[in-house]
């Protein structure tokens, strides 16, 4: 592994299902973070993880729970899906100067 | 609340200066970034400025921070169709880490 990996890579998902997003980093990282991005959008943080053990809320939180259980993981879960949540979904890990992030899963609730 | 603001849309020639512009709102930010994003891929890290900084090069890369006015560019040299994507500035909210970004300008360049 190298770098941020994320699974799966794409998803359709039937509403009201539950679905768990993977995010792996190898860096070490202490800090982990978890977007999505819509169009016109841009970017916009839902939890993230300052370290293990620990998780925050973002701008978007409402729907989805984190976990942070080491460093290395920190899996982002729907407990209900619903359309507003089709989109593309980044995790990113980082140093205090600067995050770098994973290739993406793109999400599909129908 | 924070907030990043960018112009959608920029088209340039290949070979001409491409310049992207992006405006903050938190006086406290420590850091700001541009990310690079192609079709279909996540986000690159281009560059960073620390606050405190004014102009950072790197290669055909220009940084440039008036703090005063919450202003940042992005200044590409010798613009070349590789350079097609989609640019984000972000920046780094004080002592959390955490980013905001704006919405992302998309530099197309003709040949």
């Known amino acids: 592994i190298a770098g941020i990996t994320q699974a799966p890579t794409s998803q359709i998902l039937a509403a009201g299902r539950r679905m768990t997003l993977r995010c792996t980093q190898d860096m070490r990282h202490n800090a982990m973070y978890w977007y999505r991005q819509d169009l016109g959008l841009g970017l916009r943080l839902i939890h993230y993880s300052n370290t293990a053990g620990t998780t925050g809320k973002g701008e978007v939180p409402d729907g989805y729970s984190v976990s942070r259980a080491n460093t290395d993981d920190f899996p982002l879960t729907l407990a209900s899906a619903v359309p507003s949540q089709t989109s593309v979904y980044f995790c990113?890990?980082?140093?205090?100067?600067?995050?770098?992030f994973g290739p993406g899963t793109r999400l599909l609730v129908l | 609340g924070e907030d990043v603001e960018q112009s959608l849309f920029l088209s340039v020639r290949e070979g001409d200066s491409s310049v992207i512009n992006c405006t903050y709102t938190?006086?406290?930010?420590?850091?700001l970034y541009w990310y690079k994003q192609e079709p279909g891929a996540g986000l690159q890290l281009l560059t960073y400025i620390f606050s405190n900084m004014d102009m950072k090069q790197d290669q055909r890369l220009t940084v440039l921070l008036n703090k005063k006015d919450k202003h940042l560019s992005l200044r590409i040299a010798d613009t070349q169709t590789g350079d097609s994507a989609i640019y984000f500035c972000?920046?780094?909210?004080?002592?959390?880490?955490?980013?905001?970004f704006g919405q992302g300008t998309t530099l197309q360049v003709k040949p």
């Open positions: 938190d006086s406290s930010s420590t850091y």
């Open positions: 972000a920046e780094a909210t004080s002592n959390t880490g955490k980013l905001i």
């Open positions: 990113a890990s980082g140093t205090e100067q600067t995050q770098y």
